[in-house]
DNA sequence: GCCGTTACCGTACAACTGTGTTAAAAAGAG
DNA sequence: CTCTTTTTAACACAGTTGTACGGTAACGGC
């Protein structure tokens, strides 16, 4: 057997080197050369290991939309509570370095890939995903039982989730296109305000 | 004098064969070739027209963007009420083919747009105009005085109007690059449910 | 030692890009 | 018709792109 390399360790590298590219030259930027310039290969290296550059930026978008699930969870374990419920939405929101770089990642590559094929899964995917987070935080939220499954529906949850999801999206296309304006603190403001709506209206 | 060309119209054509790439291939692949293509002209007939490729891109992009005022000044003349102010940010939702482009064209415009100079101006005064209508929309929506100016700001609506404009921009994205999720009715439900939700409360 | 498999590199090529230059065509004014 | 200016075309050039191919270096088992 020839020298073994840790296939994985070595793919999220070369996504590493792709994410940062697109953060700071943005997505048009993103091409074999310049990742593996960026990664300190040559781009034979980079085509080793994908085998065109469309599966470079579909692994490199799934594996940093990757570690979002992770902190979503350890959130949920703390179990339900206003605080936590707030806190699990903000885990989508560009509120750190970690968060911006994923959400600028998502948000550059949503666009082309509405035209490429193999990536109308992930995008629905991700809707759903969303879409479900925002209703387990507004069951939490407002103290009632968590939806069971995806497939469950509460009518006036779900109403509510639809706008927390729109605004959540919202909030993260301010975030990573408008910093100045869209800071940190401004947007957890914003979220705070619109769950405080949400229990005042409740408590009618 | 030789034939007198309008070189509005002629630059009108040419971004709306812009406009048409973007909204059948993406921002990708709009190209000084592809756009003149498409527009039926050669590459240098476009050149002419244009300085450079930047130059086309910022002019459609701002082309398209430019009818939204039009519409936003007749829904304001109809005088505020409720119906109105849902009207008024119906207005920048992609609900019809004509704003669904104008939505497009410009998501598809902002990312790039991040790491071109010449562009961040249009962004942040794209940014404080959306904000402005929002302003307007919850102030109609409550019934109370519209704000006199830009600068003119009340702290109740402008939390709300901030939710309001983090909703518009989620919904308009969810709109784009989820047509099939986010459709027009839905669209315009989630927006009625929040401006709802907003009355209940203010009327505490 | 050797060998075979794997990892990587350099180069090459065709396609595309933006953007100049150069020249032809078109059309109103005289 | 001719002249003059605008409009359009054709071409060229350098740069970048994705991708294919041939070769080299490393390493594990014998």
Redesign the interface.
Known sequence: MPRLIDHDQRRNEIAAALRRVVLR?????VSVRTVAAEAGWSPSAVRHWFPDQAALVRFAVARTMAEAPARLREVLAAGPSRENAQLLLEQLLPLDDVRRVEMHVW??A???A??DDGFDET??QM?VALRHVCRTAVARWCDLAPPASVGEVVDAVE??A??L???????A??GV??P??ATPE?IR??LR??LE??S??SR?
Chains 1, 2 share one sequence.
């Open positions: 030259e943005g997505m048009a930027a948000l550059a949503v666009d082309p509405r035209h995008r629905s809707f109403q509510d639809a706008v999801h729109a605004l959540l999206d919202g909030l296309l301010h296109h408008y100045e304006e401004r403001a914003v305000h619109h709506a949400i005042t209206r009618l």
